[in-house]
């Protein structure tokens, strides 16, 4: 009884750790790629086993970037209240845990397939070492290596699903990429003053909230590109291609929105359809083939 | 006003309609009725989207107007082309012409009645198309019975957008919290109208 008393704290403690939401739209990509390949196709065991290494690989790099960031967690009002920020979980403790589950995840990912584990463990590795070490401190450009890192489970899906890299994996890759923008930056510009106090350097503090609208702008429209392209290719039906030029063009409208009439309602509803759009997508990739 | 959850639950299933009406088509449409039966259950989707996620603050901006017109266009201009081949290119050519009025009285610094005359005129013809006429071919016993309901979708849409478009000038027909009461779930009967009878 006290064990699942313990059990139970715990982990009410670590999910905050993890960034569900996060954790769950890449999980989706990672799936969606899956199911974009293997289409009519279905192996439960592939399916759940892929979905379960993705999940620890992702949960685990997440923990041990929030373990890097702790300082600038504390340092920003909207994440100063975070288990890692505000002292309920220790340092080690997080360390402990976040290399226990990418370890695992990695592991399982190598044994269900070496090329699917290898870009797992690149997806972690940009993440993690590249983006959150050695760039987000240093450069707004930073979101370009966090673009990349976010494109790999999509691109390890597809990737597991074929048994080999293939164009589609790679433009579905980019898809992912250039959404990171939508995502990241009207997020930015959202908490400018946060990352502000954090010494953070974002797209809107180093070149402006007008260039970066434009920024979003575009790459919402690379990306809705990139996705209906992947689409075509991979055989959708066309009722599912209508649907998804549909949510593009909602996109595209709320990003030119954010250009001519910038606000922050517009802004923070970009993000928000950004990311319904990124989840509404791959459902239809999922099941868009069968 | 502050959107409720019942709003919110009433948009999303209006949503998930208009994306499976998107998703499906109509059977039998050829590529230009499709084309615009699409952009008339997508422009309603993406405009649920937006509700639920910006609530109704989203009606204050001016492209509701121009977005309330799209979709009673769209589909009036769909069904004209299935069911009276007769008018195809004089209504498409209304249709065009008409949407570029009410677009440019609405971008320009117009202060007599014409924006709103226009907008009434194309509104009403397009209303009225998509109420008379499947109301029209059902009686005729042209098409099947619950193709009726598609006309009382277009009277409900042909309510919601006048409410709307006059709300957004400054002319309510209703007052505003009223307006915004009944949105949400004038738009999920007027959906569940349309894809009923559509089928």
């Known amino acids: 009884m006290v064990t699942l008393a313990i059990v139970k704290s715990k982990l009410r403690l670590y999910w905050p750790l993890i960034k569900s939401l996060q954790t769950g739209l890449l999980l989706a990509t990672g799936l969606a790629g899956y199911m974009s390949a293997r289409c009519p196709v279905m192996h439960w065991y592939n399916f759940l086993g892929m979905g379960f290494s993705l999940f620890l690989a992702i949960s685990g790099s997440t923990i041990l970037n929030m373990w890097y960031d702790r300082d600038i967690d504390a340092a920003m009002n909207r994440t100063r209240h975070r288990p890692l920020a505000n002292g309920r979980v220790s340092p080690t403790e997080a360390l402990r845990l976040g290399l226990s589950l990418s370890a695992l995840g990695v592991g399982m990912s190598v044994a269900l397939s070496p090329l699917y584990g290898l870009i797992v463990f690149a997806g972690l590795f940009f993440d993690v070492v590249v983006y959150t070490m050695l760039l987000k401190r240093r450069t707004c450009w930073s979101i ?73 702008a575009t790459s919402s429209i690379i990306a809705a590109l990139s996705i209906g392209m992947a689409g075509v290719l991979i055989g959708m039906q066309w009722g599912f291609v209508r649907l998804l030029v549909v949510l593009s063009g909602g996109l595209l409208l709320l990003a030119v929105a954010s250009i001519f009439r910038p606000n922050e309602r517009i802004n923070f509803g970009l993000f928000k359809y950004a990311s319904l759009y990124m989840l509404s997508a791959m459902i239809l990739l999922s099941i868009g083939g069968i | 006003m502050k959107i409720t959850i019942l709003d919110r639950i009433l948009l999303l299933l209006t949503c998930l309609l208009a994306a499976w009406q998107v998703a499906v088509g109509i059977n039998r449409a050829d590529t230009l009725p499709l084309i615009a039966y699409t952009i008339g259950f997508g422009v309603l989707l993406v405009a649920g989207l937006l509700l ?86 059902t009686i005729s016993g042209l098409v099947h019975l619950s193709f009726i309901l598609v006309g009382l979708g277009g009277a409900l849409i042909g309510i919601g957008g006048l409410l709307l478009s006059f709300l957004r000038m400054g002319n309510p027909l209703l007052s505003h919290s009223t307006i915004l009461k009944v949105l949400p779930g004038l738009l999920f009967l007027m959906t569940v109208c349309f894809v009923t009878g559509f089928r």
């Open chain 2, 52 to 137: 639920i996620i910006l609530g109704f603050d989203v009606l204050d901006s001016p492209a509701v107007i121009i977005i309330s017109t799209i979709i009673p266009l769209s589909l009036s201009l769909g069904l004209v082309w299935e069911h009276l081949p007769s008018f195809r290119v004089f209504y498409l050519i209304f249709i065009i012409i008409g949407f570029l009025t009410i677009l440019i009285t609405r971008i320009l610094p117009i202060r007599n009645k014409l924006p709103i005359v226009i907008l009434t005129s194309v509104h009403g013809v397009a209303g009225v198309t998509i109420f008379l006429l499947p109301v029209i071919l």
């Open chain 1, 144 to 216: 370009v290596w966090g673009g990349i890192s976010g494109g790999m489970p999509i691109l390890a899906g597809r990737a597991f699903g074929l048994g080999h890299i293939d164009g589609i994996g790679i433009l579905l890759s980019l898809a992912v990429l250039f959404w990171i923008p939508t995502h990241i930056l009207t997020f930015a510009m959202r908490y400018f003053d946060d990352y502000q106090a954090a010494k953070i350097p974002t797209f809107p503090s180093t070149y402006g909230f007008q260039t970066t609208r434009t920024v979003i």
